[in-house]
């Protein structure tokens, strides 16, 4: 019989939070007592607000102690965790937990099951069916599995992806290449970090996918320097993807390559935009390009090139192996699927929430969330990254579709939805945004890089001196000059922010006194 | 530039592809060798991968992550994106700042850089900070106190 498993996450968030010395206390309390257990380096299942959660194995399924510090450990112990008795951190099963138990999980599958470096544990969890049923089909029939389902990128763009799968296909070229865009930028988002610490297999499958599918043997994913801990959990998927044959000359025996590289980003958001972040590969600055030619026909190198977010990337295994109405019928109207938000800020109970399109702002912050972690009331709600617009309390009833977002003046971005409590200043956040777009600007198109700046200095002129003596048109004018004129999303969005907290929380923007502090 | 240093980077070097596309790599390996990127080393960094000294300067100087000074022995990278705003980041950058007695991009007491980050995907448990590469969330200034103690008694 082997000693019963202890599951302890590996994933950064709850590295963050000691998970760590939860492991090592867990290993030696057990050497301690003489009781043999296995500990597991599970990924996490997202409920950040209970990490670390350890999870023991039951009668019937695992159950959950949350959160647990290391001090906790020889209490767990006595308490007889491992055979389920009783402890103020016990959470009863793990599934039954409410918070997980109303998502509706189709990428995040695996996430908190097992070591997710495991081949065996991937291949047990229905991992490479996706990868073998396309390996079977022809190229324009992956791509019509893709366009069936309706997916849309999920790095913020929602551009149908089976367009760009497509595109890349028709371009005649003796080589093509997919990009994987991990250069997961925008403040209140990690799913991506998700997917490349807890599920990097499942990436490699949706990129070998999209190989197979374009005509392309040369995979690259681009991760961003913050990322430690997803870089190396993905330098040590490749080498072991390509020793199970799931990557390398000869996929799965069916004679095609596909290789993967992973490539470490240097700190600019910036490069989160795809040309830019072409550029960066090449070794140059990472300077947005003009488009056309999209990056599906000339990118890399002049390359065709399949740009994609890891999310997106990591979906397309899932439409594969389930066929695409398994993802097409969930969302609402041209939202298809499910939307892996990320619930951060100020709130109670934080994490990723995978659930289809058309949640309510109010059923994320309140129902999943809880309210905000102070506990005083919600005032602000940012929704897609830094780039995302400011939404106000009475506003919660949004649904969280990318239709409907755009209809209220934002945009759903890459998922992230972040919680301000009734203290939070949004001048300054305001200026915030235009700090961040002037720090961040490539500097390539005038706008963006002037415009940011005047940005700044226009905010801190209002927060010093009042909206008066024409500011407040000077800075509507730029904000105008910014959306329409800018080259890419940095310049052309930043006005989201800016314009939305001044349209819901105009009695901010007035003399701060002096000095105008940032 | 040193002569040990000048040997790092010619090791370094050594085995990249001599092509403009190594040049991120490169860097990323001279940092991780010196703590830093010379600004010296533009022109052998240059010749090797078939670029000016210019155009190794200007990618050096566009990316935040490159520093082209020495610095201290350990990098605090503390977040001050919304998220982490919303959690407090800035009581803490403004403790961090006191006790290190140094502004952000500097290097403080103990040979601490302390370096901004914006986001560092813990955004649900901020502040966030990433101390020599490992990640800590909730980190309250007491906290950092301890991190930063934990970090003296490194070498």
């Known amino acids: 019989m082997t000693a019963p498993a202890v599951y302890v996450p590996a994933d950064s968030t709850a590295l963050a939070l000691g998970a760590d010395a939860v492991a090592a206390a867990v290993a030696a309390e057990s050497a301690r007592r003489g009781v043999a257990v296995r500990v597991v380096r599970n990924s996490s299942r997202g409920a950040f607000w209970l990490e670390p959660l350890v999870e023991v194995d039951g009668p019937s399924g695992r159950l959950a102690f949350g959160a647990v510090s290391a001090a906790d450990v020889p209490g767990l112990f006595e308490a007889g965790f491992l055979a389920g008795g009783k402890h103020r951190l016990a959470l009863g099963p793990v599934t039954a937990i409410p918070w997980l138990a109303r998502q509706d999980r189709l990428v995040f599958a695996r996430a908190g099951l097992d070591d997710p470096l495991s081949p065996e544990a991937y291949l047990a969890a229905g991992g490479t069916a996706g990868l073998r049923r396309a390996l079977a089909l022809p190229p324009a029939a992956v791509v019509s599995q893709i366009a069936d389902a309706g997916l849309r990128g999920r790095g913020g763009a929602a551009f149908p992806a089976a367009v760009k799968w497509r595109t890349v296909l028709e371009t005649p070229a003796a080589r093509k290449v997919v990009v994987c865009n991990a250069d997961e930028g925008d403040s209140g988002t990690f799913a991506d970090r998700m997917v490349m610490e807890g599920d990097p297999f499942a990436l490699l499958e949706g990129m070998a996918i999209a190989g197979t599918a374009v005509g392309a043997e040369r995979g690259i994913v681009y991760v961003r320097a913050e990322y430690p801990q997803a870089r190396a959990a993905l330098l040590r998927a490749v080498e072991i993807a390509t020793a199970q044959g799931w990557l390398g000359g000869d996929v799965l025996g069916s004679g095609r390559a596909f290789r993967v590289d992973i490539f470490q980003g240097a700190g600019a958001y910036v490069c989160g935009e795809e040309t830019a972040l072409l550029e960066s590969l090449e070794g140059k600055r990472g300077m947005v390009r003009a488009k056309p030619p999209v990056p599906a026909v000339a990118g890399l190198h002049g390359l065709p090139t399949l740009v994609h977010n890891v999310l997106t990337l990591a979906t397309v295994p899932a439409i594969l192996a389930h066929g695409p109405e398994a993802h097409g019928r969930r969302g ?91 203290t939070v200043d949004m001048a300054r956040m305001a200026r915030h945004a235009m700090a961040f777009c002037a720090r961040e600007s490539c500097g390539k198109c005038t706008p963006c890089r002037i415009g940011s700046t005047r940005g700044v200095e226009l905010l801190d002129a209002i927060r010093r001196e009042g909206p008066g003596g024409g500011r407040m048109e000077l800075l509507r004018d730029l904000c105008a000059t910014l959306a329409g004129a800018s080259l890419c999303a940095l310049g052309g969005m930043t006005p989201g922010p800016v314009l939305s907290a001044l349209q819901h929380f105009p009695e901010d923007f007035g003399p701060r006194g002096a000095g105008g502090e940032p | 530039m040193t002569d040990a240093a000048a040997a790092a980077v010619e090791a370094v070097l050594a085995r990249a592809a001599p092509e403009p596309a190594s040049l991120l790599p490169v860097l990323h390996a001279v940092q991780e060798a010196l703590g830093h990127v010379p600004p010296e080393a533009a022109g052998a960094i240059g010749h090797r991968l078939g670029l000016s000294a210019a155009e190794v300067h200007g990618v050096v100087s566009f990316y935040h992550w490159f520093r082209t000074r020495p610095g201290g022995r350990h990098t605090v990278r503390l977040c001050r994106a919304e998220a982490c705003q919303a959690r407090g980041a800035g009581t803490l950058q403004a403790h961090a700042e006191r006790r290190l007695g140094c502004g952000l991009s500097g290097t403080g007491a103990g040979g601490v850089n302390l370096e901004p980050a914006d986001c560092l995907g813990h955004c649900a448990c901020g502040p966030s900070v990433l101390v020599d590469g490992q990640p800590h969330a909730r980190v309250t200034p007491e906290r950092l106190d301890a991190i930063l103690a934990a970090l003296e008694e490194k070498p």
């Not at chain 1, 990320?342 to 109670?348: F, P, S, T």
């Not at chain 1, 977002?405 to 759903?412: I, K, N």
């Open chain 1, 332 to 422: 609402t109207g041209r939202s298809r699927g499910t939307q892996a938000f990320q619930l951060a800020g100020n709130v109670r109970r934080g994490g990723l929430v995978e659930a289809p399109f058309g949640l309510s702002l109010r059923e994320l912050v309140e129902g999943f969330g809880g309210g905000t972690e102070s506990g005083r009331p919600i005032r602000a709600v940012q929704v897609g990254g830094p780039l995302g617009s400011w939404f106000p309390a009475s506003q919660l009833d949004l649904p969280l579709d990318y239709e409907s977002v755009a209809a209220a003046g934002g945009a759903l971005g890459h998922g992230g939805v972040v919680v301000f409590d009734d």
